[in-house]
């Protein structure tokens, strides 16, 4: 399978162990002119559906059509995709959390750096893929500032406007740079992969139609919602996890009160906790699509208020 792209490392460190950290980056240059779109994903090491739409993509941009030139990382963070885990396992990070880091910081801080002034710095626009981890699932994207259009052009049924966004995400560096940057979440939870590969593959392809990278019409779901609460239930206890909403109901209204998990102990097998939905009328963002163990603190269910949400 041939790739049309150029494969670049961008050197990060040497590890104790004597490897070489670096950044996997591949270019494709578009025959004609245009803008640069950078493209990540795997910045959390455990949502690992988002190399595979990187991959997609990658195979199915024709350069011939191509005005600009897309920079992909199918890998943001090597030794987190290593260990399945959302953290860097050297210093217990989350490099999501630890932009826009520091050259001489912890290892996720000095990879955090080099990001941003090596890879960030090439960029016209940036999109930052994610799922919902090993466990759960999700489907929605973000709206930060200059980044409205984009949004909805990936083509998700709700976006969602954060007033108060996470600090110290990939946010940080375009929006120093001043350039349009969004965070799109798909999938994850290994249910329905080929559904959330496609819809993250079409949203990218999306998002190039609709900077006039390539040719043709964005593909958008007739009804896209704004969003701008979102309750993340987390459990508070562990254990094991009994859903009792299923994966269809992702994106769909959920009536304050309803059950939607209960957590069981595995050693009594008593219930431990029942997880209710939140507000009078809510959406379903993120859940769980089975039966699963679970963590105290764990993104358990991620529900938006629809009383407060808006037609895109
Ligand atoms: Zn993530």
New binding site residues.
């Given amino acids: 399978m041939n790739l049309n792209t150029t494969f670049e490392k961008i050197p990060v460190t040497t590890l104790a162990s004597g490897f070489e950290l670096f950044i996997p980056l591949h270019r494709l240059v578009g025959r004609t002119s245009g803008p640069t779109l950078g493209l990540s994903a795997v910045?959390?090491g455990?949502?690992p559906l988002?190399n595979e739409i990187v991959r997609q993509v990658l195979l199915r941009i024709d350069p011939a059509e191509l005005r600009g030139t897309l920079l992909a990382v199918p890998i943001v963070n090597p030794l987190a995709f290593e260990s399945l885990t959302?953290h860097t396992p050297i210093d217990m990070l989350d490099l999501?959390r630890n932009f826009p880091g520091a050259p001489s910081g912890w290892l996720s801080e000095q990879t955090a750096h080099i990001l941003g002034t090596k890879f960030v710095s090439q960029l016209d626009v940036h999109v930052d893929l994610?799922?919902?981890?090993v466990f759960p699932t999700v489907d929605y994207v973000y709206i930060f500032d200059r980044s409205r259009e984009l949004s909805k052009a990936f083509g998700s049924s709700f976006l969602f406007e954060p007033s108060q966004p996470y600090p110290g995400t990939f946010a940080i560096p375009a929006r120093e740079k001043g350039i349009p940057f969004f965070?799109a979440?798909v999938g994850g939870g290994s249910f329905l992969d080929a559904h959330y590969i496609e819809h993250g593959v079409r949203g990218v392809i999306n998002v190039m139609k609709q900077l006039g990278m390539l040719d043709g019409d964005v593909v958008r779901p007739p009804r896209q919602t704004i969003v701008t609460e979102m309750a993340v239930i987390r459990p508070r206890f562990g254990g094991m996890l009994y859903p009792e909403v299923g994966l269809d109901q992702l994106g769909k209204e959920v009536r304050g009160g309803t059950l939607l998990g209960r957590v069981l102990s595995p050693y009594t097998f008593e219930t431990l906790e029942e997880i209710r939905a939140p507000f009078e009328r809510g959406y379903m963002i993120l859940l769980r699509g089975g039966m699963m163990r679970v963590h105290p603190g764990d993104y358990g269910y991620m529900v938006a208020n629809a009383e407060t949400a808006r037609p895109a």
């Fill in positions: 910045v959390h455990d949502e988002t959302r999501n994610h799922t919902g981890g965070t979440e």
